[in-house]
């Protein structure tokens, strides 16, 4: 089944580029693969400015072409001839795919035909265009793409369209857009006053405002008593580090991509402005991992086999280079905080290190009440076809094997992804889906062959030599910052009673309740919990607007009645109606839910 959707995706592709040659027949196709969800084509329409209108246009030209159950027809070129055509065509965009077909040692090329339209593709592709049910697809948006993802590129247009294999099918999802718009990380955290990004401050760095950075301490602290219980020390390194530091972790040569160009630390902004010579250079990176750090500190002192497995985490705040264009919200960002840690681990250590940071893991996700059965994991492995790996090979194999022992053990859901482990070691990602069903990695477990070495990390083992340890990478929530924005869209902005930045709304009904409140607020705060009162101008019905909107749990209005009693009329989030409760009663309540 999912094959047949995906072929229905792919041809749909060829029925959109279709539909806009004949709109505009000046138009030069790019590439329109399936996706996820359907499918899309980047287009260059050259001076011709495409908007969201025009979509309803193609879409219903794309209806028509499709009522003439048309029939996909597969042949082959000779690849010199598919060139010359492509030259003769003037579409430098076929024409560069067919180049690199032909560095790769390719005779032949593949070409599907859809009535008077031919287009490079491998396929597979439907038989007729009969079996695109009506209904069942939909042009969903436009957006920019450079060709190739390289911003130095000409920016193309790419159509997005949605497909299922029924209309039923795609209006379900339909439905999940919408309740995803209204769950919307950027617009919620808008309406919750947690966050911005400001251009002036640099796109891709949050600033947090007063709850939002009540939230994230919220997440931190239970994070800090968490990895405290289990066994942790935890460590603090710089935000940059020495030039010569990242090239002796090989991140200099290997992961340049992702980090921004070094700094001058050796003079000042104004020396530098004024063009004088630098004395003595010193260089710096802006930290895009915290794994050489905390090799560092190991590396300070002398180690026995006795001190092992030794557990280093740190919340530690990194810096990746981002395009403009790919940041969004709080999911792809500039500066964010990784949450950290490296185990450090004899052989036969190994296997019960990795259960407890899968049972770990798990009880992370279970704390923040996603549900284990929807976790996804990735075994990631070697290629055995490529020889690029740190390590042994009898490294890769034992550390594979065991993470897969213990995935079996913990009953993961899991598949194994061959080839998708990164150089220097295999490891288990897992996945969470939020309310579209997009997978976000979160928590990821990696094993490390490359630092070890590179650093020369040895303990003294019990025979009294030295010995290389293994070195696991580890984080949970992956980033707080993309974590918390699952979380938003998770809960809607309403945040279980322990994660709410403001436990309890007070609503004064006049200025002469206000002091009362702040007996109230303050008797709250001395049993930890976490109080606002509003002291705004303006009505009680109009505070009370004001407060569901802001999803805070609990809504206390504050009158004569309540001064004059230990009785508290509580509102409930989402609830129209009011109980009594007494006051310690109330106080206990929140306690309770406070211990999760």
Not at 93 to 102: A, F
Not at 398 to 423: H, P, R, S
């Amino acid at each position: 089944m999912e094959n047949e959707i995906l072929k229905k995706r792919h041809s749909l592709a060829h029925v959109l580029a279709l539909t806009v040659l004949k709109i505009w027949p000046q138009a030069k196709l790019a590439i329109g693969p399936a996706i996820d969800n359907g499918f899309y084509y980047d287009i260059d329409f050259g001076e011709t400015e495409i908007g969201e209108k025009d979509l309803k246009t193609i879409e219903k030209e794309m209806f028509k072409i499709i009522k003439q159950n048309l029939d996909f027809k597969q042949s082959e070129k000779e690849i010199d001839q598919a060139l010359k055509e492509a030259k003769e065509e003037k579409n430098p965009y076929k024409q560069e795919l067919i180049e690199d077909l032909k560095k790769e040692n390719y005779k032949k090329v593949s070409f599907y035909s859809l009535d008077s339209f031919t287009d490079l593709c491998s396929g597979p592709h439907i038989e007729n265009t009969k079996e695109i049910l009506p209904g069942s697809f939909k042009l969903h948006k436009l957006a920019g793409a450079y060709w190739r993802g390289d911003e130095k590129n000409k920016m193309l247009t790419r159509i997005y369209g949605l497909a299922f294999n029924s209309k039923d099918e795609l209006n379900k999802y339909l439905t999940k857009l919408q309740e995803a718009a209204k769950r919307d990380h950027r617009k919620l955290a808008k309406e919750l006053n947690l966050y911005h990004i400001d251009e002036v401050v640099g796109l891709g760095l949050p600033l947090w405002h007063p709850k939002g950075a009540k939230l994230y301490r919220i997440i931190e602290n239970f994070w800090h008593d968490a990895h405290e219980d289990a066994g942790y020390q935890l460590v603090k390194t710089p935000h940059i580090g020495n030039t010569k530091l990242w090239q002796t972790s090989g991140h200099y040569g290997f992961y340049n991509q992702d980090m921004y160009p070094a700094l001058e630390a050796g003079q000042s902004l104004m020396a530098s402005e004024n063009k004088e010579k630098v004395n003595e250079s010193e260089k710096y990176l802006l930290k895009p991992m915290n794994c050489p750090f905390h090799v560092q500190i190991f590396n300070h002192n002398l180690h026995s086999y006795k001190e092992l497995p030794i557990r280093w985490a740190e919340s530690g705040t990194v810096y990746r280079y981002e395009k403009k264009g790919e940041l969004s919200g709080l999911t792809r960002v500039r500066g964010f905080t990784q949450d950290d840690a490296h185990i450090i681990c004899s052989k036969d250590q190994v296997e019960k290190e990795l259960e407890r940071v899968v049972d770990f893991i798990l009880f992370i996700y279970k704390s923040f009440g996603f549900n284990l059965e929807d976790v996804k994991v990735y075994l990631s492995v070697r290629d055995p076809k490529n020889d690029k790996y740190a390590g042994s090979d009898d490294g890769w194999t034992l550390t594979e094997n065991i993470l897969e022992k213990v995935a079996k053990k913990k009953k993961l859901n899991y598949q194994k992804d061959i080839g998708g482990a990164v150089f220097y070691g295999p490891k288990l990602d897992f996945k969470i889906n939020d309310v579209l069903d997009r997978q976000w990695q979160c928590s990821t477990l990696q094993f490390d062959f490359n630092l070890p070495e590179r650093f020369d990390m040895n303990f003294t083992n019990q025979e009294g030599k030295k010995e290389r340890p293994y070195m696991l990478h580890r984080a949970l929530l992956g980033s707080y910052e993309r974590f918390i924005g699952l979380l938003i869209e998770h809960y809607g902005g309403a945040f279980p009673v322990w994660l709410s930045p403001v436990q309890v709304k007070i609503i004064p009904v006049n200025t002469e309740h206000i002091n009362y409140c702040e007996k109230l607020k303050k008797e709250f705060k001395d049993n930890n919990i976490r109080v606002e009162i509003d002291k705004t101008e303006g009505t009680v019905g109009n505070k009370i607007r004001k407060a569901t909107k802001e999803k805070s749990p609990y809504m206390l209005v504050i009158g004569d009645k309540e001064v004059d009693s230990e009785i508290l009329n509580v509102r409930d989030r989402g609830k129209l109606e009011t109980r009594e409760v007494k006051k310690h009663d109330f106080i206990d309540e929140i306690n309770k839910q406070n211990k999760i």
